[in-house]
């Protein structure tokens, strides 16, 4: 098999306190030989600073644009607040890099349509953060499934840990706001629809 060297990845979102860059793509990136954190990018030189420092990265940045334009990124990773992500995905395209942004990847279908397009233009991998379909539980399941033949119907039951308590942490507030497009229809019922899909098939109908 042919050798190549490491993609070298500039993560925008790398809160270095938490939130899913710092808690599932770092360590993600690290556990790779294939990918190498070279970038790390927040709103702030603090936290930016102190993300680099703590995640080992070469370069901090508060500019999506000048990240994205570094000779040393390859990939750009966008794990931020649903709303800012058609401005970091159109950076990223802009400066002919790969991208991979967390879904929902948009607010709306037509911004989405547009980032497609988009990245296709620019001739790069653009990926959208379904990763469910990767767990090794569900590529047990579709290999059992596929054996025993094609499903017609299928009924889905989905739980979500949050919602249950009388406060609401202030960083998780935004998605309470269906304007953000970060609701619970919008992050689990994308995540379950596309798992629906890989393991079953196209959907035909929702009844």
Request: net charge negative; charged share 20%; with cysteine.
């Amino acid at each position: 098999m042919e050798q190549h060297d490491p993609f070298r990845v500039g993560l925008l979102g790398a809160n270095p306190e938490r939130g899913w860059g710092a808690t599932a793509h770092v360590p993600a990136i690290a556990a790779s030989p294939d990918f190498v954190l070279t970038a790390v990018g927040t709103t702030r030189p603090d936290s930016a600073e102190a993300a680099r420092q703590r995640f080992g990265a070469r370069h901090a940045f508060t500019d999506a644009h000048a990240l994205a334009a570094h000779p040393e990124v390859d990939l750009v990773v966008v794990s931020v607040k649903v709303p800012a992500h058609v401005e970091l995905v159109t950076a990223a395209l802009d400066a002919r890099k790969h991208v991979y942004c967390e879904w929902p990847l948009t607010q709306t279908a037509a911004e989405a349509d547009a980032l497609a397009a988009a990245a296709d233009r620019a001739g790069v991998h653009a990926v959208v953060g379904l990763q469910a379909r990767f767990s090794p539980a569900v590529q047990a399941a579709r290999e059992a499934i596929g054996r025993l033949g094609t499903a017609r119907s299928a009924t889905v039951f989905s739980s979500r840990g949050k919602g249950g308590a009388r406060e609401v942490p202030a960083w998780t507030a935004y998605t309470y706001d269906s304007a953000n497009g970060a609701g619970m229809v919008e992050v689990s019922g994308g995540h379950v629809l596309d798992l629906v899909e890989h393991l079953l098939g196209p959907i035909r109908a929702i009844g």
